[in-house]
């Protein structure tokens, strides 16, 4: 295999010399050309599915956020109804004394607000005593859960299939078995004692108009809306009556509450986003789980003709490259040509050559021979060379110390002598490489002086200019000889810690901070007491850059800043999981 390539790199080598230089930059610059343009094709069609993929997951989760809020309203309102009904001041005679004047009042509501399909008193014992239509009066619901928990507080039951109603409710016209929103709530009469239950049985089938109402005004998406229960039991949409996203799926979106990803439905390829519902005002909600989906051969359409037009636009710049190339390549052989050939002019007239030999192109083979012999009458120039390479050797050395000087002061905070931003970033950028690449630990402390503008204003800038000073030295006797301080602008300073865990960082913290506390700062005949807050936070997986790591300590010193100042407060590094969700 190697003797293989040998012998074809040796046949390439011949070929090059064969060919000009003209010809050898065609080509380069074509297949160039063909290259960047191919890749700026494809990044560009690979921009416009993302942009795509983010807009339609965006309206996605918009459809699917504002389907749960109208269904928690709707909840909320109908629940608020029932409430309200309850605490009619007629009604408070009829709950006991008049089950046909309750019943009337009781089918009036219904009428009223047609999506109950029952409405009905019942007595502490569980008996049914007034109901719309007369259903189930004078039956027991004492073991029904909407009644045993109604006893007590007010509740809202997840939907299920009619139990008792079943057989006395007329057959829906789809052949579908009735499903309910159960609400119930205790009665009491004015000395709060319990005189029955006021329960309702909300038709499910008023959440269908609102996913209708959704899916029709899409926009010719072909978005498809689920409703499921907390435990993915699909309420309504595709699949009702099964069972989704089993395994970590569930439990992960009721955790986040929200969020979008991909699934596959048979051979389709979904883009679905979910929406936890919230409940509304005193409506608590249930949890229910609304999922928008569309398929990603609908969502990337319009993405998929731009790419076919970016890549045909790109293969049309891509031939006119080419052939630019070659015009260009002529332009830049002709002059390397007359530099050959004016070399060879000169070279012929000197003595021995020393230039070895050169390949890669007829021009290049050309140009040497010319050079070797123009290099004979430059050999008597090597001592005054070997000079003034002496002499420069000597000034490098005073150029160096100069340039270290400079070097310092540019690195150096001219006030406290310690780091400045730009030392700083550019130290922890490599202790962070280092960390990140043996995994070892590091940490910032974002350090910040307590009412400093109060410092100024009362005892003046100079005064404050020396607290700075002292409380930057106080800084740099606290830290290990490893860690590097920097004055990161007015007040502000930051500390870069390694090799620490958490209880280390948090150590040192405290230390800078007790010290700086205990400290009284003489200024002339007046002492200034100063104290600071710190931000920790420890280097993460997730952390891209030292950025990240500063912002995470700086988010620590505004906590610490608004706890009361004079503290440390440590910055947790953020949940993955819900970095992701997010």
Known sequence: MRHSLQKF??????????????????????????????????????????????????????VASTTAARLDRYMAIRQQEVHLFSKLEPLKKLWQDDPAALR?????????????????????????????????????VLQRPWFRTGLNDPMVGDVHEAALLASLLAKRADGEPYRFVDIALPVRDADGALLGVLGAHLDWDWARGVINSAEANDGGTDTTLTVMSKNGAVLLGPGTGTTKYAGDRLPGMLE???????????????????????????????NWIVTASQPASVAFAAAAHSAKTILVIGAIAG???????????????????????????????????????????????QLTRALRSLLRRIGFAEERTKEAELRASENALQFKDDIDKLRHLADTDYLTDLMN??????????????????KRSMATLMIDIDHFKKINDVYGHAAGDAAIKRIAELISQNIRGTDKAARFGGEEFIVL???????????????????????VIGVGSK???????????????????????????????YLAKNTGRNRCFFMPVPDSRSARAA
């Not at 986040?256 to 409506?283: C, K």
């Not at 020393?354 to 007829?362: A, D, H, W």
């Open 527 to 557: 002492n200034i007491a100063a104290t600071v807050s710190i931000g920790i936070a420890l280097l993460g997986d997730a952390d891209r850059d030292v950025q990240d790591l500063i912002e995470r300590a700086d988010q620590g010193l």
């Open 9 to 62: 790199a040796d046949r390439l080598h011949a070929l090059e010399d064969r060919l000009t230089v003209r010809t050898q930059i065609a080509f380069a610059v074509g297949a160039m050309t063909i290259v960047l343009i191919g890749a700026l094709a494809a990044s560009a069609a690979f921009i416009s599915y993302r942009n795509t993929s983010e807009l339609v997951n965006i309206k996605l989760a918009s």
């Open 497 to 519: 810690l390694r090799e620490v865990d958490e209880a280390t960082a948090k150590l040192l913290a405290d230390r800078i901070r007790t010290a700086i506390e205990r400290e």
């Open 421 to 438: 931003r730009r030392a700083f970033l550019a130290a922890a950028d490599d202790a962070m490489e280092f960390s990140q690449r043996y």
């Open 319 to 365: 031939l006119i490259g080419v052939l630019m190339a070659f015009v260009i390549a002529r332009r830049v052989s002709n002059p390397i040509r007359a530099i050959t050939e004016e070399a060879n002019r000169i070279g012929r007239a000197s003595g021995p050559t020393m230039l070895p030999r050169q390949t890669g192109s007829l021009e290049v083979v």
């Open 256 to 286: 986040s509450r929200a969020g979008t990803f991909t699934e596959m439905n048979g051979d389709e390829r979904m883009l679905t986003a979910f929406y936890v519902s919230r409940g509304h005002r005193d409506y608590q909600g249930l």
């Open 104 to 140: 009337k009042s009781l089918e009036q509501l219904q009428s009223s607000f047609t999506d109950f399909a029952w409405i009905g008193f019942v007595r502490p014992d569980g008996v049914v005593t007034a109901s719309t239509g007369s259903l189930l009066e004078g039956k027991s």
